[in-house]
């Protein structure tokens, strides 16, 4: 009986204790769907103090990853707010903001500006300053900024002449190829006057790693004040590059993308096919009298009336550039963070055809990117980035390329003829061989990894170690089959293939302190030690084979070939150290100082001459900031800067210290060492020491801004290759020997012209001068002659000229009749040069009678962008303009020298005896062409629309269902417009070599560009 009841009474309490847990559960529930009816939606508009929209800023339920950006207008909008949350306001440049909710609906706010924290976005090199503290030449952009003017696949297009001081030109149109970057001038003639490119730190980084999409802003740090914390490498300026972060908030999915199509901007003007026969016959009867002949070619009309109805013949030009070739475009990135770690991931591909026939280019880039915060004191990162890319195409090198044999060709000979093999000249093979029988391509691939541990020591002072690692391949493989331009009999006479590759490895290991304090608001100093070692290794091989197996096998098994050529192989080891100190001391927010002093030690040079010390110095003072100017409401910024200092140029080739010896293989297979280059242990670092002056001007609250900078280079102890005597034993030694001098003024101007709620028009000027002198040169001639390739020919560098200086006879016309004081052998019809040695006789001679004749340096460039906004559309407009250079029109040489009849319409104006008052020769005449001359030179000033892009943003409300925060399409026109008086294809493409600037010898031209594309973030 008992013991029925305790059962009874047990299964009571568990009946009761089921029934509070359910009842429990049942409460949680109730309470769960209580809670989640409250959330709310929420919207708003945030502008600043002026009433205007801040576009972008994030607003974020407090504690969460609930959060969106504000669209156009400043308006946004928040789906599933708790009622009792709070709202986080935020944005760079202005102070967070954290609101209530408090059951609310709306919610708008009013940012103001933090000026602390705007002071605080210039990266500098190792580190950040306040933009108000700067005492260096400094130029900063906006990638976003520039992106939306000009849509590329490369930044450096979209940079071109937005930054004064920093010379951008669009050396080729060929897939795969970039712009060439100087800043303010060349230093070296050996070395690369490239300048040093840093990406998030990483020096030596490669601007296509990345999408152009994933970089916040470019600073490009252009005096010495400034770039001498990169010591050996500073000498030509340093280009600092920052990529995006993930911002915190919500998830975020952008993807950016357009399509362009390409046409050639200009093509040159010939003769059509039927006056080109016509002009062959001519050629005929002035050279070899009344037909019959024996030699060449002579038309009859009826061939030449089957020219005029479109039979026959053919047009290279159009044989050689597509109509229309098709460039895509397609970047994706995703970003998100929690409370403590950020990331973003990000790909693009690009797939790019050339507007010449067979060059096509594909590249693909990746990156990968994770901050966290582990403690309060201690955040780590790391960075993975790199692409693939593959290329090929024609050669449009020096000589021999597409170009220039196409416009030499005669017009009245087909392609092929009726069997479908290739009619050639018997001097020269067609050149529809150099563009459809192309096997040329290659690949590179390059991966770069950065990781990174920061750890806050005490308030202010911190320290940052961070390693750097990459790792790079390059192939290129060629072949000249029996069809190919090469293997044609006038040329090699046989068909070969070469193949080449590169691997590469680097390691960078950078240990910075830095300490950041700021007294009483009087004082603020901002210190930083570095020490940083780096190491990197090369390895090079190649071989070329000739008399191929098989043309389809080609380069994809040279062991086939029936014979083979000298292999070679390099491989390299360099390293390097460096320690670093500088401090930036600012006195009651006028008074600035930055001194730095660097010590780098390289492995490329001998004992003794390994180490060098490359110190700065600047100064500034903010005079707006004086009571004296109080008063004075319409000047909102006057700051004056001047700065000192040294920096170098690693031009060293590894191993200089030590002599080079190559190998030679006679007839019968012996193989001879011999001397090529002299070890040099005196060899020293190339250094430059710069000297600037600067002025920062705001008027109207900045509304209106001027940045005027002059400045003074010498670069010193410049490394030159000089010719040893027969009797050393060696051909050649590197030695410092030369002097160059850089100076000039750069300007900027900047301006809100109009600047309301409906409508906003901003412009801004870039102007520079920059005069490169060569100052000396040892040995016994004041000049060094350049060799190696052809339009070298034509350019010396001669003590107190500028660099660029040509160099050639004085074309004075064509001789006539009258041939008093002409050189021996003379003809009517003739080219006719200056005699600048007439006491020496009447024969023309490269020694006496060669000068200057032209100089491709430009004497200054510019910049002009326009942006107008109204309501969701924006405009940009932008301009680009090249003053006093000239350039050696090489095409136009070899159309009116040789031997062969082109279809060059200047033939028409020939010399004949009823018309003698013409520069172009007779037929027989042609042959007297000395080579380089002024009749070639021609003014190579040109000012070029480089884009007009529209765009649309749509309004945030409209995209709301779509869960779609931003979205823009935009079209582009690119290079619609050139003005100029030169009468070849590009003017642009002839500025892109830093020795021998303003030469064409037929390079790949820029095209004309029509682009659609669309922005969109999720």
């Known amino acids: 009986m008992n013991k029925k009841f305790n059962i009874l009474m047990d299964m009571k309490k568990s009946q009761e204790m089921l029934m509070k847990r359910w009842s429990g559960l049942f409460f949680m529930l109730l309470l769960s769907v209580s809670v989640f009816a409250q959330n709310i939606t929420v919207s708003g508009t945030i502008v600043d103090v002026n009433k205007e929209p801040v576009i972008g800023a994030t607003v974020l339920v407090k504690g969460t990853t609930n959060g969106t950006i504000t669209d156009f207008d400043g308006n946004y909008t928040l789906l599933n707010v708790p009622a009792q949350a709070t709202l986080s306001l935020s944005y760079i440049g202005y102070r967070s903001q954290e609101i209530a909710v408090s059951g609310r609906t709306t919610i708008s706010a009013v940012l103001e500006e933090d000026s602390k924290q705007l002071d605080e976005v210039v990266v500098v090199g190792y580190g950040v300053q306040r933009r108000s503290d700067l005492t260096g030449s400094v130029a900063s952009v906006k990638a976003e900024d520039a992106l939306r003017t000009m849509p590329s696949s490369n930044i450096t297009d979209a940079l071109q002449g937005r930054m004064a001081g920093v010379s951008i030109v669009s050396g080729s149109g060929q897939p795969g190829e970039g712009s060439t970057i100087r800043v303010r001038g060349v230093n070296s003639i050996s070395g690369d006057s490239g300048p040093l490119v840093v990406i998030d730190g990483f020096i030596g980084g490669d601007f296509s790693a990345l999408n152009p999409s994933d970089i916040q802003s470019v600073e490009v740090l252009k005096d010495a004040s400034a770039t001498a914390v990169y010591g050996s490498r500073g000498a030509n300026g340093v280009l600092l590059v920052t990529t995006k972060k993930a911002q915190k908030g919500t998830t975020r999915v952008t993807y950016s993308g357009y399509v362009n199509m390409k046409t050639p901007s200009k093509m040159p003007t010939q003769l059509s096919v039927a006056d080109n026969a016509r002009l062959q016959n001519s050629y005929m009867e002035e050279v070899y009298g009344i037909p019959p002949y024996t030699v060449g070619r002579y038309f009859s009309n009826d061939e030449i009336a089957a020219f005029e109805r479109g ?79 593959e290329k090929k195409g024609p050669s449009f090198g020096q000589n021999l ?46 991966s770069y990894f950065q990781a990174y541990s920061d750890f806050t020591i005490l308030k202010g002072l911190t320290f940052r170690t961070a390693i750097s690692l990459n790792l790079g391949n390059k192939n290129n493989q060629s072949a000249n089959t029996k069809d190919s331009y090469q293997a044609h009999p006038s040329q090699a006479g046989y068909t070969s293939a070469s193949v080449s590759n590169e691997n590469s490895f680097g390691m960078l290991n950078t240990n910075t302190l830095s300490y950041i304090k700021e007294f009483n608001e009087n004082h603020r100093i901002n210190a930083t030690l570095v020490y940083e070692q780096s190491y990197g290794t090369t390895y090079k091989n190649g071989i070329t084979v000739r008399n191929l197996f098989d043309d389809d096998i080609a380069y994809n098994n040279l062991a086939l070939a029936q014979s083979t050529e000298t292999p070679s192989s390099d491989r390299t080891k360099t390293t390097m150290m460096s320690a670093l100190a500088r401090v930036n001391y600012v006195l009651f927010n006028r008074y600035m100082i930055t001194a730095s002093y660097r010590y780098d030690g390289s492995s490329r040079l001998a004992k003794g001459n390994q180490w060098y010390g490359f110190p700065s110095v ?17 000047l909102s910024q006057a700051k004056l800067r001047v700065g000192y200092g040294v920096t170098g140029n690693q031009a060293v080739p590894a191993y200089s210290a030590y002599s080079q010896i190559s190998q030679s293989v006679d007839s019968k297979g012996n ?27 705001g008027f109207m609250n900045n509304r209106f801004t001027a940045s005027v900078d002059l400045y003074n280079k010498l670069s010193e102890d410049v490394i030159l290759s000089v010719t040893l005597p027969a009797t050393t034993g060696f051909s050649s030694e590197l030695v410092n020997a030369a002097t160059i001098r850089n100076r000039g003024i750069e300007v900027t101007l900047g301006a809100d012209v109009i600047d309301n709620k409906q409508f906003r028009w901003h412009t801004d000027v ?65 080219y006719r040069y200056k005699n600048l040695n007439p006491e020496d006789g009447n024969d023309i001679t490269p020694d006496k009678d060669q000068t200057k004749i ?21 405009l940009s407009v932008f301009f680009v303009g090249f003053h006093g250079f000239d350039i050696y029109n090489n095409n136009d040489w070899l159309t ?6 082109s279809a060059n319409p200047d033939w028409l104006n020939r010399w004949t005896p009823a018309n003698q008052n013409t520069d172009i020769p007779s037929f027989q005449g042609k042959s007297s062409d000395k080579g380089i001359s002024s009749r070639h030179v021609e003014k190579g000033d040109f ?51 830093t020795l021998t600037p303003g030469a064409d010898w037929g390079y790949y031209p820029n095209g004309r560009n029509y682009i659609i594309g669309l922005n969109i973030t999720f």
């Open 671 to 697: 193989i001879s060492l011999s001397g090529t280059r002299r070890a040099n242990p005196g060899l020293k670092w190339e250094s430059t020491t710069q000297y600037n002056v600067g002025v920062d001007l």
């Open 766 to 830: 870039t102007l520079t001068h920059n005069e490169g002198i060569v100052k000396r040169i040892d040995g016994i001639k004041s000049y060094m002659e350049l060799s190696g390739n052809y339009e070298e020919k034509a350019y010396r560098y001669i003590v107190g000229e500028k660099i660029g200086t040509m160099w050639g006879y004085v074309n004075d016309g064509i001789w006539g009749t009258d041939l008093t004081n002409a050189p021996s052998g003379t003809s009517a019809g003739d």
């Open 854 to 874: 032209g100089n491709g340096q430009p004497a200054f460039n510019w910049g002009w962008t326009n942006t107008f906004n109204y309501k969701g559309f924006d």
């Open 401 to 446: 390329n597409v170009l220039n044999r196409a416009l030499m060709f005669p017009r009245f000979l087909s392609a092929k003829d009726e069997e479908g093999s290739y009619n050639d000249l018997s001097r020269e093979p067609n050149p529809m061989r150099k563009v459809n029988e192309v096997k040329s391509d290659g690949y590179s691939y390059t």
């Open 311 to 389: 039979e026959g013949g053919y047009n290279y030009l159009d044989g050689t550039f597509r109509d229309v070739a098709v460039e895509q475009m397609h970047e994706l990135s995703v970003s998100g963070s929690s409370e403590k770690t950020q990331f973003l991931v990000s790909a693009s591909f690009n797939m790019d055809n050339g507007i010449v026939r067979n060059s096509d280019g594909k590249r693909a880039n990746y990156r990968a990117k994770i901050d966290t915060e582990l403690r309060s004191w201690w955040k780590v990162g790391a960075t993975l980035w790199g692409y693939y890319s």
């Open 943 to 993: 000012i070029k629309v480089k884009t007009i892009t529209l765009g649309y943003n749509f309004k945030a409300q409209w995209m709301q269902k779509a869960t779609i925060y931003n979205l823009r399409v935009f079209a582009s026109a690119q290079n619609p417009f050139i003005i100029t008086k030169y009468s070849g294809l590009d003017p642009e493409v002839t500025l892109k070599n």
């Open 618 to 634: 600047g100064l500034a003072w903010d005079a707006q900031k004086e009571k004296f100017l109080n008063g004075v409401n319409w």
């Open 896 to 901: 009116v020298t040789d031997s062969r009849v």
